[in-house]
Each structure stands twice: as C-alpha cells, then as structure tokens.
C-alpha cells in the first residue's frame, strides 16, 4: 500500500506543542525503541564499532576502536577503507539501475538528469584516472568553486576513490576567498565550471576566477562547460572535463584510505580573520555521514531525499552528497533559486519527484512563507515523511508552519542542530522516538555526550541558559583538528573548559523532558564573533578585514542585526576619516564598501546595515566592546555600561540604530 498521505505523528495528549511518533513511524523507522541510547551509554566504544561494521564495507579491520589524546581522538585505528567504493562500488550489485542523483536544472526548458549507480561510477572512475594523469595524488589538495551540478558529486567522489582531499569553497564566496583558501591549503588543483543558472542568470565562475589561478601558481583547473560560456582556457593548465574523460579506462581501482587518513577539508569561519580548514577524517567521518542519514532521516531504499543545502557547506557534503548515497539511497539535487521561475520551485519538484525527506534552513523557510501558501497550496506534498531543519533555531512560529503547511500535519519535524566541526548531525530528536518540540532541536544522538555548562564548568539544570558543550565520548566523525594549525584548534574549541571538554560555541539550555535519560537541548545561538546569515556562517572579522582594507575607514566593527527573514545580517559601525561626511561622501563610501566586502568574502556577506559613526565603545585598553554593540541593533540589554571608557559614544550609537531597548541611554550618558 502507497504510504501516500499517511500521518506519522501523534500530539501528546497532555502537554501542548509535543509530537511524538505515531504507530506509522514506529513501525517503519530504522530506531524506534529508546534503549538504543542506554546501550550506547553502557559501552560507545563497541557500540560504535558495531554500527560502523554495519554502516560500511572496510577493506581492512582497525586494531584499536578509539584512542583519546585529549584535545585528539581517533576513531578505527589501523582500519582502511575508502569513500567511494563505500558510495558506489558496493552497491552496483543490487543498484546498479536506481537512481543515485535525480538532478533538477535551473532553466525550465532543459531536462532534468538521472544518473543510476552505474553511470556514477563510471563517470567518477573516468575521473579518477584523468586526475592521476594529471599527477593529483592521494593526500594532494584538491579545491572546488563548483555549483550543484552532478558533475561536483561526480568530482568529489572522484576524488575520494585516489585519496586526494576535496576542499569546497562556496561559489556565493569570492574569488579572493577561494584565494586564500587555496593557499592556506597548499592546493595547486581547482574544480570550477564555466558557470551555472540562478535567478535565471548565467553566473559565471571560470572568467571571474582566472585572476586567481594566475596568483596562486595553478598546476592545473579542471572545467565543467555547464552553462556553455566559452571560457578562456589556458594551454597546459585549464582542461574541460569532458576532454580528459572521454577516453579514459572505466575503472580506477579505489585506493585503500586509512580510516584516520584526512579524508577532506571544508574552510569555516571562526573568530580571527582568516578562515579555518577544518579536517575530517575518512573512516569515522563516512560512517557517522552514513549512520546519522539512515537514523535522522529514517532513509529507506525507496526514498529520495531531497535536502537542498548547497555543496559548498557541511550540510551539503554530509547530507546532500555522502549520506544518502553511503545507505545507497537517491539524492535529489536542484542547481538554483527557490524562486525560479516562480516561488513554488521547490514544492513544484517534491510533487515532481515524489520526495519523501525534505531538508532545509529556517530562512528558506521563512523568506518562502512570506510568498504566500498558495504557491504550496497549488501541489501535492503527500509523499513527504519526514521534514529536516538545519543551520539555525528555528522559530516556534516557523516550525508551526512548516509542520502545518509542508507538512501537513502528518510530518515530523527533526530540527538538527550541529556544525562543519562535526561533521554530522549530534543533536536532534529522533523520527522514530521523538519528541517533536517547536524550537528545540533534541537529545544527542545516541552514543555521545552533549552537556550545557555555567561559566565555572558545572551542568546546569533544565531552563539554566549556558554553555553547549559535547564531553567524551565525542562524536566519532567530529573534526581532525584544523590544517596545520595546533594553536587554533586548541584555543577555538578546547580552551573555555580544559583539553577534555569542546566547547561549541553555541549557547542553549536543557529542556525539563528527556528521552531515556537524555536531556533534550534547545539551542539559543552563537556565543562568539560568528554570524549566521541566512544559515551561512561567516566570521565578524573576515568583514571586519575586508572593510579595514580601504584608506577612508579608520575603525570598524561588525556585528550581527537581527533580519525577520535572514535571522541575522552583518552590521557594519564605521568610523570613517574625515572628509567624507558629506551626504554624497557617505554614499559613495557606503557603496566601497559594499564592494570590498563582496570582493574580499563574497555577495553571501553583503552587509544589511552601515553605520557611521564618530566613536565605537571601548574598554580602557581600546578593545571594541561588541557587547554593546550587539545589544543596540537587538533592542537588548547593554549590562554594566560603566566598563566602557566611552560611554559617551552611545547616545550616538542608539541614535543611529533606532534602538528603543530597555536601557535608558540618554539619562546615562548626560
Ligand atoms: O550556531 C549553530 C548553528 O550553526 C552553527 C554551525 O554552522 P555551520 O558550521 O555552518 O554548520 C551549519 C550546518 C550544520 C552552529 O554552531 N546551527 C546549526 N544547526 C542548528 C543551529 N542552531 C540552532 N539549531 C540548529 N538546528
């Protein structure tokens, strides 16, 4: 029987707002019985050796489950196996004519694509091997400035069949950003197309990054000719795709990896100006990729899974590419805008396809909703089971009508708080256990330890806000550390607590319900200089650089202001040089920098607001007090203003920012 419009979900009698799976879901999912967490609990080291064994096909068995040298651990040591095959090789024999990739172009006039297991795999053994006849090698960084076309799953996995390490820049970054990052890694190879469809634009990559192959000393840039732009290409450097695969052997024998080997590196932004490569392991990595998509998306052979995170962010390697084709599942990718041609888009290619995960972030949601219901309205979402949030908290009201309008009441939502650190997703409720509660994303998974802790490090009890952190056992495919930089990573994650405690960066609190045992987590947000805009994370001080780069600014500071649609946008305070406060100076200025910052991070980190002001708060050794900064654009609370040396400056500020928060500035300040 079609499970076509079937409930999955009950509301709990006695308390409000709290679904719990129904007998539907029970039946069905992969986990339904709460034990799993108290078996996890009694012994995570065989527990999570007996789920790997389960979730991949290892060409040799570790030695040791998991050796911990705080901040370090490892996961499957001795063990070899290897990406690729896992995701293709394994599954030719039963799968070999299902649909690995369904993907969806931008332009409506073009057809859609359905690459099977087979034709994956012989795409990406061609590829393998043209890149050996490159001389890319296993361990040799590989950077991609790629749109979600399948030739980027094609090339990602390309790469893990030789070891190389892909290193995925976002193509809403810039050319600059690619930069850097091609740099920091040491990486002479880059994957990019001609360019790509959104908002039914060409976007082109390759001309606006040719500027950048010069100034790295490119060895070679491969070019996927996807939206047919006639690119300049350099002899004896730039190669189509097609050009180097058409002849090549079908078959590139996948190398053996050691579990531990890095198996990619993903930039992220943190606190300092210079983003990090954060390292992933291969073994752990795969397998938690593998096991957190069959048990957080309750992925079953016939499902399609359509999450729409783009392939240069943690969600879209994890949950876009590698998981669903690790449980050989089908991968639903769509190349552009959720407004192309007209705002039902993506509605329009669940009904199309007949999706049964759907994936997505809370500003989708909510810049979606504005458009109005009648564009989900006009479709038909029965096949949805299961409805995924990511990146973000998700608003109750948001979550409300996702649940109700997506959903339609018969979905459970898994709102799935994790981070490009962790590789996979560590806290949320599960399909089949549950609970389901608007804004809170759940316990741990099973086999971890997440705690939320007050500044001296004690656990905090149920509505205490404080500190998430994860305790050891950490998540198996949690980071690697971040390339070549020891004194970073200790100090990003392992300094607030101790070498034994990792330290999130987010801030939340512990519900009064729990699932056996298991407090479940609602999370607040980030606690540091980290901006989550539109689900993209970037740094304050990746804009704050870019900003200071131009002669007029003397000071900037950049915080997060809150965006009804975006949930934050950077908000730049700029203390510009004099002899440029005319209306048409500000302007013109304003527009630089604008500019600068789409030029030196990308269009993703367009500020939403620029202040110019004559002075920030500061503390008496001239450190930027952010604090208050932030409390003004949020109407918030300052706390102990006198810690300004300053404190004059913020009649100012809270002119210019409109704030009607509940300090009383201007008696404070005259
Ligand atoms: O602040 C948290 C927020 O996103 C941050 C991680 O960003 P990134 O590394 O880009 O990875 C995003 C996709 C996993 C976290 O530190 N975040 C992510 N998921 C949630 C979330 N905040 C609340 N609820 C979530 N479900």
Redesign the pocket.
Known sequence: MSDSGKKWVKEDPERDGVYWPNENMKERAWLSDPEIYEKARKNPKSFWAEKAKEALDWFKEWDEVEEWNPPYFNWFLGSETNLSYNCLDRHLEDKRNKAAIIWEPEPVEEKERVLTYQDLYREVNKLANAMKNLGIEKGDPVTFWMPLIPETAVAALACQRIGAWHSIVYTAFSPDAVKDRMKDAGSTTLITADGFFRGGKTMKLKEKIDKVLDEVDAENCIVINRAKTDPDMKEGRDYFYDDITENEDAYSEPEPIDAEDTGFLLY??GTTGKPKGIKHSCGAYAAQAALTTKWVFDLHPQDIFFST?DIG???GH?YTLYGPLLNGGTTLWYEGSPYFPESDRWWKIIEKYGANVFYT??TALRALRKEGDEWIEKHDLSTLRILG??????DPDTWNWYFEKVGEKRCPIV????????GG?L??SLPGIGPFIPGV?GPAIPGIQYDVLDATGEPLGPGESGKVVQKHPFGIGMLRGIYEAHDKYVEEYWSEYGLETYF???G?RKMDIEVDDQPLIQ????MDD?L?VA???LGTAEIEDAVSELDEIVEVAVVGEPHDVKGEVPAVFAIAKSGNDTEEGRKELEKKIMDKVRERVGPVASPGAIYFVSDVPRTESGKVIRRFLKGLVRDDELGDMTTASNPGCLKELAEKVNYEGPEDIVSFTT
């Open positions: 992220t932004s995170a962010w943690i969600t994890s972030a809370p949030s990511v990146g973000e908290p998700i709102d799935t708080y994790w981070q490009t650190e962790t997703i806290l949320t994303a999130s960066g987010d939340g999370i607040t947000g980030r980290v989550e689900g993209h994370r």
